[in-house]
């Protein structure tokens, strides 16, 4: 069973401020996906990466940034927290072959006051 | 642009039932994968099955089956004998372009609720 863990769980955040949000996946996937869930709109694609070393902006990546220092850790970024990124982000993993399904942690609350 | 589209918001059903909901989908691939996701009410994103676009046969796994119906670009999941614990947010996605590292796009979610 693939394994893709976040933390924190719960963030609470003030506006400017700086948000790290990490996710490790142990089932040797070379994709990985951020996405972030708000109501009425799904799920939606922040940013992406094919491998250690490469990350892509997906169709919302205003205001964030991505880290891919490993096959199994990508990390989103928020260098300056504004309230409208108040949400939940998931994080996936895929190998982008065969297997096309794609594998989800548990998910980050984040909150910007 | 792909594009899928859930206009069920919300259906309640009785349990023991079958619950089925609606999905069309918007692509200009001759080739093309389908998903349905269910994400619990502690928030876990889990993944129940496929449709693969060339496959005439609708997919199923255990009480879950697919309607897929090609020519109208519709993915329609069933639940047959639902029980309590598939209340719960259902996603239909596919699989997006290569050049988007074939990320899932999703729809916006039908909630399910299975009362006793």
């Known amino acids: 069973e693939a394994a893709v863990t976040q933390s924190p769980r719960n963030k609470v955040a003030v506006t400017g401020g700086k948000v790290t949000l990490s996710c490790n996946q142990t089932?040797?996937?070379?994709?990985m996906y951020w996405y972030r869930q708000d109501t009425g709109h799904g799920l939606r694609l922040i940013h992406y990466?094919?491998?250690?070393?490469?990350?892509e902006k997906g169709d919302i990546p205003d205001g964030y940034k991505a880290s891919r220092p490993s096959q199994e850790n990508f990390s989103l970024i928020l260098e300056l927290a504004t309230p409208s990124q108040t949400s939940v982000y998931f994080c996936a993993s895929g190998d982008g072959g065969n297997s096309y399904e794609q594998y989800f942690g548990p998910g980050t609350r984040l909150t910007v006051l | 642009a792909q594009k899928v589209t859930q206009t069920q918001t919300s259906i309640s059903v009785m349990e023991k039932t079958t619950v089925t909901m609606d999905c069309v989908y918007e692509t200009q691939d001759s080739s093309y994968f389908l998903f349905w996701y269910k994400q619990t009410a502690s928030g876990e994103i889990v993944f129940l099955i496929r449709?693969?676009?060339?496959?005439?046969e609708n997919a199923t796994v255990g009480h879950y089956s697919l309607n897929f119906q090609k020519p109208k670009s519709s993915i329609g999941l069933i639940i047959t004998a639902t029980q309590i614990e598939d209340s719960a947010v259902y996603f239909c996605a596919m699989r997006g372009p290569y050049q988007g590292g074939r990320a899932l796009i999703f729809g916006t979610g039908t909630t399910v609720s299975v009362s006793p």
């Open positions: 089932n040797n996937h070379n994709n």
């Open positions: 449709q693969d676009s060339y496959k005439k």
């Open positions: 990466s094919y491998g250690a070393g490469s990350t």
